[in-house]
């Protein structure tokens, strides 16, 4: 895996993910967890998620919230592009 690549999206997820859920000083890292180190409700991780499909072009499964727990989870999926779902 291109870590530069994996980098770089990291940093795009944690930066859409601080303004979609307006949390700019918040530490998030790979491992954060969605809901639970966030705290935020399951509207606003869906409402994240479209953020985020707006953000890199793609679509998320509609069971996204479920499967995707952490930021590295969310990053993985993208890495992996349209065979990831």
């Given at each position: 895996m291109n870590t530069d690549l994996t980098g770089v999206i990291t940093s795009k997820v944690i930066a859409?993910?601080?303004?979609?859920?307006?949390?700019?000083?918040?530490?998030?890292?790979?491992?954060?967890r969605m809901l639970e180190d966030?705290?935020?409700?399951?509207l606003d991780l869906v409402e994240t998620f479209m953020d985020l499909e707006e953000d890199f072009g793609v679509e998320f499964p509609n069971d996204a919230a479920d499967r995707f727990r952490t930021v590295g989870n969310v990053v993985a999926f993208l890495r992996a592009g349209p065979a990831g779902a």
């Open positions: 859409a993910i601080r303004n979609s859920l307006f949390l700019p000083s918040a530490p998030i890292a790979g491992s954060t966030l705290g935020v409700d399951s």
